[in-house]
């Protein structure tokens, strides 16, 4: 985080994607849907996947949009418009639920359990390549 | 409890957006984030377009960021189906919970997502 703060403008994709993680934890704590705010356990996780990837992604990295279910698990996704195609990286708010990867190209999608760095890093370079 | 009629495939309904990270900030598209169940939940809830305008909607709810519109007869095209309960409330059904079925509660709460249109934001 603190290269992203001291030699990242503040538009580039890590920097914007680590801005609306930090985002979460400044809303409720709840709402009328449930949850709001993110668990620590979902918000260290997604931090650790974000940094890792961008750690060897670089300037590949791509702009995740960050939102948090009913539980205070953390969904980032990933979008892209041409081909439409999307990456979904869930991590849920406890530590005994297991984070997940959901990734789409048309009519072909997947779940991938037992999510790694190395798989997010597969799948945002797929997600690049489309 | 009172029955309705089957919706026609014409029929409009809203689902409130119910967190600002529905929408995503840089397409202004809806995610997939609104279209998922909650444990216990039998159906998502919308509204019905022909007796509530998206306004009205949106003020069922102490917070609302924004209405997305759904066709029922493209509901219905996915495997799913949009059943009547009340004078303006129907219910989405067919949605597998994430516990049950995680690949396809993301694909089709995407599915969902692709079809909506926003339709009305707090100005």
């Known amino acids: 985080m603190i290269v992203a703060q001291s030699t990242r403008p503040s538009s580039s994709p890590i920097t914007v994607t680590l801005k609306r993680l930090v985002d979460l934890l400044e809303e409720d704590e709840t709402d009328e849907y449930g949850v709001l705010q993110p668990s ?91 | 409890m009172r029955q309705f009629d089957p919706l026609p495939d014409d029929a409009t309904v809203y689902r409130a957006l119910l967190r600002k990270q529905w929408i995503n900030e840089d397409t202004g598209k809806v995610k997939a984030d609104a279209y998922f169940l909650r444990a216990n939940e039998p159906g998502l809830s919308v509204n019905l377009a022909s007796v509530c305008s998206p306004k009205q909607c949106a003020d069922l709810f102490r917070k609302c960021y924004g209405v997305a519109s759904l066709e029922v007869g493209d509901v219905r095209q996915i495997g799913l189906d949009v059943q009547q309960d009340s004078v303006n409330h129907a219910n989405l059904l067919g949605l597998p919970y994430r516990e049950d079925r995680l690949a396809e509660a993301e694909r089709l709460a995407g599915l969902l997502a692709k079809q909506s249109q926003v339709v009305w934001q707090p100005g």
């Open chain 1, 40 to 130: 620590q356990t979902a918000f260290k996780l997604a931090m650790r996947f974000v940094v890792e990837a961008y750690d060897v992604m670089g300037d590949r990295f791509p702009k995740a949009s960050a939102s948090t279910d009913e539980e205070g698990g953390i969904r980032l996704t990933w979008s892209k418009l041409e081909p439409e195609c999307e990456v979904r990286l869930i991590c849920p708010a406890q530590t005994d639920q297991p984070a997940y990867l959901y990734h789409e190209l048309g009519d072909d999608y997947a779940v991938e359990r037992e999510v790694t760095v190395y798989i997010l890093l597969q799948w945002l370079e797929w997600l690049n390549q489309a």
